[in-house]
């Protein structure tokens, strides 16, 4: 399984950036996929994450109203448009794909198995 996240960049606090995760080698449409944030001298925090159907979301309190999480099972590719980005949002995001197939939505890093590489995410303020 491989998972390519892209679209990070550097943007003044309250601007916008779309990230995508594009995912091989394993049927995309059967699983959850989440993503995650690092921040330097920080544990990895949970995000968002979306059903493999696309119909459940959650997000985490401090994205919620500011960052949507979608998916497109056509394109093998999941997104997360991120609005009035704040200094705070800054870290690596991480893509992930839920370890079970067609299970319910989870937030816990322990239940992901395959990670991308990561995308930076710097918001200046």
């Known amino acids: 399984v491989q998972l390519q996240a892209s679209g990070g960049g550097l943007v003044q606090a309250g601007g916008s950036l779309r990230l995508s995760c594009a995912a091989s080698?394993?049927?995309?449409?059967?699983?959850?996929m989440g993503w995650f944030r690092q921040a330097p001298g920080k544990e990895r925090e949970f995000v968002a994450a979306?059903?493999?159907?696309?119909?459940?979301?959650i997000y985490a309190d401090s994205v919620k109203g500011r960052f949507t999480i979608s998916r497109g099972n056509a394109k093998n590719t999941v997104y997360l448009q991120m609005n009035s980005l704040k200094p705070d949002d800054t870290a690596v995001y991480y893509c992930?794909?839920?370890?079970?197939?067609?299970?319910?939505?989870?937030?816990?890093?322990?239940?992901?198995?395959?990670w991308g590489q990561g995308t930076q995410v710097t918001v200046s303020s």
């Open positions: 992930a794909t839920d370890r079970a197939p067609l299970g319910t939505v989870v937030l816990g890093p322990d239940e992901y198995d395959f």
């Open positions: 080698g394993r049927t995309f449409s059967m699983y959850n």
């Open positions: 979306i059903s493999w159907r696309g119909g459940s979301t």
